[in-house]
T-cell receptor, first 116, second 114 residues
């Protein structure tokens, strides 16, 4: 059973460019969350997608947008890249089980984005 | 603002020694509490979690954590550290069971001396 996969592994962009990161959730999971982990920091929640809609959003500007496809995979798009967007971007998937005390998130290995 | 504090940025212990990593969360309703481990080039792996009930929880790889409501703490412990435990450890909380919006501490890097 493949876990959460992300592509690409590494990416280098220049300021002002746009980038798209991709995530395939763990089999059986229908919820995808994205996190940004700057160097030396803990991950910060960007947003969460469920049923192809953004369900929750953290404190990130509109330059950060996402999409979820019918097969539950997801994309994170960042426009007008800034140097400060350099980070490891983590995708996490979880099931949405009614009645569960908590639906555990499983993390992918991340995409390392460098903005020059 | 809700926050998680991990006071120790870097800890070095000898192999076989005991370990305690500290975590404090901002006061409020008892959140869901988690400890994750991240090895270089890897994603986050869940070590253990606390939702309710027994305040001492057991996790994978011989780790345990104790929830202390009076101290708003959820410290991670291991009786005997192995060299393979060297990694970065993150404490995280989820307030209100939002099931997605995890708030992470800044992490504690663990080095293990032979």
């Amino acid at each position: 059973d493949a876990g959460v996969t992300q592509s690409p592994t590494h990416l280098i962009k220049t300021r002002g460019q746009q980038v798209t990161l991709r995530c395939s959730p763990k089999s059986g999971h229908d919820t995808v969350s994205w996190y940004q982990q700057a160097l030396g920091q803990g991950p910060q929640f960007i947003f969460q997608y469920y049923e192809e809609e953004e369900r929750q959003r953290g404190n990130f500007p509109d330059r950060f947008s996402g999409h979820q496809f019918p097969n539950y995979s997801s994309e994170l798009n960042v426009n007008a890249l800034l140097l400060g967007d350099s980070a490891l971007y983590l995708c996490a998937s979880s099931p949405d089980l009614a009645g569960a005390a908590y639906n555990e998130q499983f993390f992918g290995p991340g995409t390392r984005l460098t903005v020059l | 603002a809700q926050s998680v504090t991990q006071p120790d940025i870097h800890i070095t212990v000898s192999e076989g020694a005991s370990l305690e990593l500290r975590c404090n969360y901002s006061y409020g309703a008892t959140p869901y509490l988690f400890w994750y481990v991240q090895s270089p080039g890897q994603g986050l792996q869940l070590l253990l979690k606390y939702f309710s009930g027994d305040t001492l929880v057991q996790g994978i790889k011989g780790f345990e954590a104790e929830f202390k409501r009076s101290q708003s703490s959820f410290n991670l412990r291991k009786p005997s550290v192995h060299w393979s435990d060297a990694a970065e450890y993150f404490c995280a909380v989820d307030y209100g069971g939002s099931q997605g919006n995890l708030i992470f501490g800044k992490g504690t890097k663990l080095s293990v001396k032979p």
